[in-house]
């Protein structure tokens, strides 16, 4: 049974994470001889982006090109997926964990009559049962998990496998489906998007301010060298509270949880419910000038000083890297 | 107007995580549980549209005994009664099971309940009992108006938001900032010991999934400090050691 792949996009382009899903389900599928990987698409999307499935391992991309499936329209992405699904005769549906993803996964779990397993972290281990490996507790433990069902829903977090972009082409297959208007009863009025910058969710660095940074008139630090580093900006909850940032830059774990590549965290004492959301952090760099900030337990490289003076250096010292 | 907010009974937010029994349960020992904050934002706005429309709201648990209290705090902040489902919350199908069973004998116009529980971040009981209902589930949901029988909210997508409209009956899963969380006053705390509480029996034991075992993540290493003149060392490190740059 083939194992197929649920995949996002943002105004056509492939999100990466959904790549890293692509990755996971050729991994997983090399391991349980599980079949070959399908990608589904829906909306309009470009031949090229969709190449990159194949890039990332998928045999082939069922393309649902309907631009009625262009917004996240939950039911309807949800309807289908679940009309792929059983088409293509998949036992496996894989999927990054997302705001969206989260909501899809969940009616196709009943839909499809599978078990859904979300935050998944490793491949699954099948000598006795067949059981997944999720990360639990925002980041603060790990659950092994058995699935008791013939069909499985796996929503793996990001970072959790490394992204192959050696695949060969996929094939692509356009697809015509038949969902029924019941699906399509929410309707997206409008989007309100922050355009040209890097989404923290999908970051794979992200600098992040406190209390510390002392006002929204400072953040312009903060912005010049995640401008130099490619990354998106982020802040922890009070600064978030106070009105200094919008709300969708808030990390933690009420907030965004990031699981990047770096993480440099500015002027944060790293309470406890901001360490939940950045603890997936591959690596972890802490400025603040009070030493005894419980942050710098958590991370791995560490400055004690004043950001005002650290920051516009830092900055510096990453344009002289290029 | 009936409005049904579903709440996770959860370890406080600094709670250190711990098992026991061979990494197989979780350690309550000196945990503090709360409503679970994502339920609570839900919870707040569920108040505030009751207020608004005369809407009737019950507040419902899947748990054991000792989830009570925190169901009770519940009633404290503002909901007219609450139904206890007397099981351990086994996995998301299990509890969503109960939510849609209890959905189909009440007819409730509004399903609310946060994004995800800050346990098991599934985010997945309201997207199933949207499913099992088949009606409309939306999540993450930030802004939340209701007109009529119009629906109209805000979702957080990455990066951004989009703004929805849909009609009644539908689930959604919140977050903030849809509302300021509330605290329970004096009046409300009195008022919960008598308003009702109804505990009634699974009606399912379906699961998908069960835990096996748990773990905690590998201890972290000291912090490498570096001085703050030689800014250039940190990026030295991150290139060429930790292979992050």
Not at chain 1, 211 to 228: C, F
Not at chain 1, 254 to 259: H, L, M, N, S
Request: aromatic fraction near 4%.
């Amino acid at each position: 049974m083939s194992v197929l792949v649920y995949i996002e996009h943002a105004d056509g382009s492939v999100k990466k994470t959904s790549l890293e899903a692509v990755s996971y389900a050729k991994a997983l599928s090399d391991k349980l001889g599980a079949g070959e990987v399908i990608a589904v698409a829906l909306g309009s999307i470009a031949q090229e982006e969709l190449a990159k499935a194949g890039h990332a391992g998928a045999a082939k991309v069922m393309h649902v090109n309907d631009e009625k499936l262009n917004a996240g329209i939950i039911q309807a992405h949800a309807e289908a997926v679940a009309q792929v699904y059983r088409k293509v005769g998949a036992g496996t549906l894989v999927l990054a964990k997302s705001s969206l993803g989260d909501a899809v996964a969940a009616r196709l779990a009943v839909k499809l009559d599978a078990a859904l397993v979300s935050n998944v972290v490793e491949l699954p281990e099948t000598g006795s049962g067949y059981k997944v490996k999720r990360s639990i507790y925002t980041g603060k433990a790990f659950a092994e998990t058995s699935v008791n069902k013939d069909h499985k829903i796996l929503a793996v977090k990001k970072n959790a496998v490394d992204l192959k972009t050696d695949g060969a082409a996929a094939a692509v297959e356009t697809v015509a489906l038949d969902i029924n208007a019941d699906n399509f009863a929410t309707k997206i009025i409008s989007t309100d998007k922050a355009t040209g910058e890097v989404l923290l969710p999908e970051a794979d660095i992200v600098v992040s301010g406190g209390r510390g940074m002392k006002g929204p008139e400072n953040w312009g630090l903060i912005e010049d060298l995640a401008k130099e580093l490619g990354a998106a900006t982020g802040c922890s909850k009070p600064v978030s509270d106070i009105g200094w940032r919008p709300h969708h830059e808030h990390v933690g774990q009420t907030g965004v949880k990031v699981a990047p590549t770096l993480y440099i965290a500015v002027g944060i004492s790293g309470a406890i419910q901001h360490l939940a959301g950045v603890n997936s952090s591959k690596c972890i760099v802490v400025i603040n000038k009070d030493a005894e900030a419980p942050f710098f337990k958590a991370a791995d490289y560490g400055i004690v000083g004043d950001a005002f003076e650290v920051l516009p250096k830092l900055t510096e010292a990453v344009k002289a890297l290029k | 107007m009936k409005i049904l907010v579903c709440i996770t009974h959860v370890p406080d937010t600094t709670s250190k995580i711990q098992f026991t029994d061979n990494n197989t349960k979780f350690d309550k020992n000196g945990v503090q549980f709360i409503i679970g904050p994502y339920d609570d934002y839900a919870l707040a706005r569920a108040v505030e549209l009751k207020e608004q429309l005369g809407a009737s709201l019950t507040v419902l648990n899947v748990g054991e005994a000792e989830t009570e209290p925190t169901l009770r705090k519940a009633l404290a902040i503002g909901a007219d009664d609450a139904i206890r489902v007397n099981a351990f919350p086994k996995d998301s199908l299990f509890v969503a099971s109960q939510i849609a069973a209890i959905a189909k004998q009440n007819n409730y116009d509004l399903i609310m309940m946060g994004r995800e529980s800050i346990d098991f971040n599934g985010g997945m009981v309201h997207g199933m009992v949207g499913e099992m209902l088949g009606i409309p589930s939306v999540s993450p949901v930030m802004k939340l108006e209701i007109e009529g029988d119009s629906v109209k909210m805000a979702r957080e997508i990455e990066g951004g938001k989009e703004y929805l409209e849909a009609k009644l009956p539908l689930v959604a899963g919140c977050q903030e900032p849809i509302a300021e969380w509330k605290i329970p006053n004096m009046r409300g705390i009195m008022s919960a010991r008598t308003k009702p509480l109804q505990v009634i029996e699974p009606v399912t034991d379906q699961t998908a999934t069960e835990v096996t075992n748990y773990q905690l993540p590998p201890a972290k290493g000291a912090v490498k400090l570096i001085d703050k003149d030689n800014v250039e060392e940190l990026v030295k490190l991150l290139k060429n050691e930790a292979k992050v740059l």
